[in-house]
């Protein structure tokens, strides 16, 4: 039996579980191998602690006992194959046993350019980083990322080994290397975030946005240097400020420009923004920093009631200038509506690529601006036409309800 003191002390932070990962599997490359051992340590604490009491630092416990058990696989793995360790596993063996978590080196970063390696699938990249990184079980991985159990078994296994055995090595990225790690870094931290943005539950604490919140905040803190790092990091704060505000008590979803601001989170609000002003001190203009700042500017003009239409429409051009995208260009399009007319943002609209045929923004995006103009019923059958495009449950209930209004009033 274990107490509740005992299975609250053994629970490891996030801060936690990524140095230990990180410290055991940077020599030979095997995550597998490290989630064993720290699983295998935690077991050792549920049998031990209880009768020999709570150690004084749990996690730096953890880890000594997981660098014994790594160092068991090594020795029997030298063992079996009559081959001498190689000096940098034999390094691994040597830390004392006595020392501190907080005192050894921190690897995180070489964790995290694992798991964004080019050689590993840039669908897989953000499962990765959930369960090495953050140590995240697979159902709660596969809940999040609404896919089967199976598939992300799979996927995780595959990439773990590919690791381990292909020579993907786990170093510090060298100058050359590290805006390329970085950006591959930043995309699949991204991904985590947009995928639980759109999906996200009514408690942000049990959604993954919040492990991207983490992840953000980890890797603007290992490279406080790298402008774009803080950029991804003010992005996800000042959208995750807005959490509480973009549904309604009903569930339904509340565009920004309806949004009550004194529903914002101050705390993540302030973060955004010093991030913001980290960006700057960086010198380094990128494609999160534009995005958070066209956000952060967006919610200003709501807090104000005063939104400043062509400074944004400014940075939707900056943004497209450096990152060109279907989903950029369609939000410029809705900021061309205000600064310059409904007429210049259809335009801008039917400028777009054939991919848009198949872009609900864009849809959606028209069937208003149809309706500003007073042509209800291309309004409606437009906003019909997106809401065949629509996958996400709560979007397609609140276009239904919008377009039950609409004919209403047509």
């Not at 140095?19 to 995550?31: C, E, F, K, M, W």
């Not at 510090?172 to 950006?183: F, I, N, T």
């Not at 260009?329 to 409904?342: M, P």
Request: proline residues 5%; contains cysteine; aromatic residues 4%.
């Amino acid at each position: 039996m274990t107490s509740p003191d005992v299975e609250q002390a053994v629970v490891l932070t996030h801060d936690d579980w990524s140095r230990i990962i990180a410290l055991l599997s940077v020599r030979d490359g095997d995550i597998a191998g490290a989630e064993d051992a720290v699983a295998g340590a935690v077991e050792r604490a549920l049998h031990t602690w209880p009768s020999k009491g709570i150690p004084q630092n749990p996690s730096g416990w953890i880890y000594r006992t997981a660098l014994n058990l790594r160092r068991d696989v090594w020795k029997s793995a030298a063992h079996r194959t009559s081959v001498e360790l190689n000096s940098e596993v034999h390094e691994a063996l040597q830390p004392s046993i006595n020392a501190e978590l907080d005192e050894l080196p921190d690897s995180r970063l070489q964790l995290l350019a694992a798991c964004a390696h080019p050689d590993i699938d840039p669908a897989t990249r953000p499962l990765l980083m959930l369960s090495a990184v953050l140590g995240l079980p697979t159902r709660r991985i596969a809940e999040g990322m609404i896919l089967p159990a199976a598939t992300v078994a799979a996927r995780l296994t595959r990439a773990k080994k590919k690791i381990a055995t292909n020579g993907l090595q786990m170093h510090v990225p060298d100058r050359s290397e590290l805006h390329a790690c970085l950006s591959s870094i930043h995309e699949a931290i991204y991904g985590v975030f947009t995928i639980e943005w759109a999906n996200a539950a009514t408690d942000l604490r049990e959604d993954l946005a919040g492990e991207a919140v983490y992840l953000s905040e980890l890797v603007s803190t290992l490279c406080p240097d790298d402008g774009e790092s803080h950029g991804l990091a003010a992005l996800i704060h000042l959208s995750v400020a807005r959490f509480n505000a973009r549904r309604s008590p009903s569930g339904a979803l509340v565009p920004l420009d309806d949004q009550d601001p004194t529903m914002w989170n101050a705390s993540h609000l302030a973060k955004g923004e010093w991030h913001l002003r980290e960006v700057h001190r960086c010198g380094e203009i990128g494609r999160y920093a534009i995005e958070a700042s066209i956000q952060a500017l967006h919610m200003q003009g709501v807090r104000t009631r005063k939104p400043n239409w062509h400074a944004l429409l400014r940075q939707h051009d900056h943004l497209l200038r450096i990152a060109p995208s279907l989903g950029a260009r369609v939000s410029r399009a809705a900021t061309l509506q205000h600064a310059e007319g409904g007429a210049a943002a259809l335009a801008a609209l039917s400028s777009l690529p054939k991919a848009a045929e198949s872009y609900q923004p864009a849809w959606v995006l028209r069937s208003h601006l149809y309706r500003a103009m007073g042509r209800n019923q291309d309004a409606i059958s437009t906003l019909e036409r997106a809401m065949t495009l629509t996958t996400i449950t709560s979007e397609h209930e609140h276009l239904a309800k919008l377009l039950t209004r609409w004919k209403q009033r047509a």
